[in-house]
């Protein structure tokens, strides 16, 4: 396939090459002259100078084509929102990827219909919550576009879903319990399952449950 | 009525103390504090901060704004912020500087109200040189 990629930074020049590898064929496109010359070493004339929120340079790189994929993947989260939409709504390209650098942007891209996005920190603020429980509540997997996702709670003593059954629990509307996981073993949640102390329960709900489920879960 | 002005630059600050002649209510966002000098002995609003912050945008009153220019020093940072002006705010008169003729013509037609100084500038220039009427002069010169 086909596949532009917008920022030749570290993530863009480690795709491409992942990419190629996979013989898929690439253009990479950054504005520093100087990381340019870089690029051209490693890739030599898949890379090419220019700055891809202008419309005349994507058109160089073969954005009529249509690519099969475009991934805007440059430090700055606006070029990003601009190259996805001239990708998609300007020449029809129906996979774009944006790179998300600050998470607090998260939202403009989701308003602005960019929905596929990858965020570095957040990915890893979900692995920092992981490691530390008492936090609450950890996003599993979050299906953005379809309005959905997957958390995961630790159950402690003093919850009140402790030595509850499922059944019996005041859970938010648009959620479900799907698994208890004790003792290293994990078994699907019904209605007659028992939650104990110190089980980590994984659930499916709609984003904005979050907090009515934490607190019917663990307070 | 109230306006917001994102960018106080050389524009967005001309564009403020006009608007606020014409009885507006007007708060300009700068991310440089040194911005409003720029706005002389200013009563209205002024907040330090990014055009992309929500928390920013709502400190000068993007929910209640009736009016929205956004001329930032950057084209992509304009684009952004007017758009979501637009759709998180619903404002109806959003007015965006878009420096680059294509990009500018590309959103007008997403339906963003854009401003392109610089298309504005070449069709200034061209109609003045039509204007200058130099081959009706030099045809009777001749």
């Given amino acids: ?219 | 009525m109230k306006a917001v002005i994102i960018g106080c630059g050389r524009v967005g600050s001309s564009v403020a103390l006009q608007l606020a002649g014409e009885e507006w209510d007007v708060t300009c966002i700068d991310e440089d504090e040194n911005a409003l000098a720029r706005l002389g002995s200013w009563k209205g609003g002024f907040v330090v901060g990014h055009g992309m912050d929500r928390d920013i945008l709502e400190e000068g009153g993007a929910a209640e704004a009736h009016a929205a220019v956004v001329a930032t020093d950057g084209d992509n940072s304009n684009i952004v912020i007017g758009q979501i002006l637009q759709r998180r705010y619903s404002i109806q008169c959003v007015v965006v500087r878009v420096l680059d003729p294509a990009r500018a013509e590309f959103y007008e037609k997403l339906g963003l109200r854009t401003v392109c100084p610089t298309q504005t500038a070449i069709s200034t220039l061209v109609h003045a040189v039509r204007a200058c009427e130099v081959g009706t002069v030099a045809q009777a010169a001749s």
């Fill in chain 1, 1 to 219: 396939m086909y596949v532009v990629i917008a920022g030749g930074g570290k993530v863009g020049a480690n795709v491409a090459r992942s990419l190629i590898a996979m013989e898929h064929e690439v253009t990479i496109v950054e504005q520093r002259r100087d990381r340019v010359a870089q690029l051209e070493e490693e890739f030599g004339h898949a890379a090419m100078l220019g700055d891809a929120t202008e419309i005349a340079v994507l058109e160089r790189a073969g954005i009529a084509r249509p690519p099969d994929l475009v991934l805007a993947v440059t430090g700055d989260d606006e070029d990003n929102l601009v190259i996805s939409q001239l990708a998609r709504e300007g020449y029809g390209v129906e996979k774009v990827i944006a790179r998300v650098n600050d998470p607090r942007n998260q939202e403009t891209f989701d308003l602005l219909g960019v929905s596929r996005t990858v965020c570095a920190t957040s990915g890893l603020l979900g692995l920092v919550e992981h490691e530390v429980p008492e936090h609450g509540l950890v996003r599993l997997l979050e299906l953005r576009r379809e309005g959905l996702e997957v958390v995961e709670v630790q159950v402690v003593a003093d919850s009140p879903a402790a030595g509850q059954r499922v059944s019996g629990l005041s859970l938010p509307e648009g959620s479900r319990l799907v698994s208890v996981m004790r003792n290293g073993t994990a078994e699907i949640a019904v209605g007659e399952t028992v939650i104990h102390p110190g089980d980590q329960v994984v659930a499916i709900l709609k984003p904005g449950a979050e907090d009515q489920l934490r607190r019917a879960l663990v307070g």
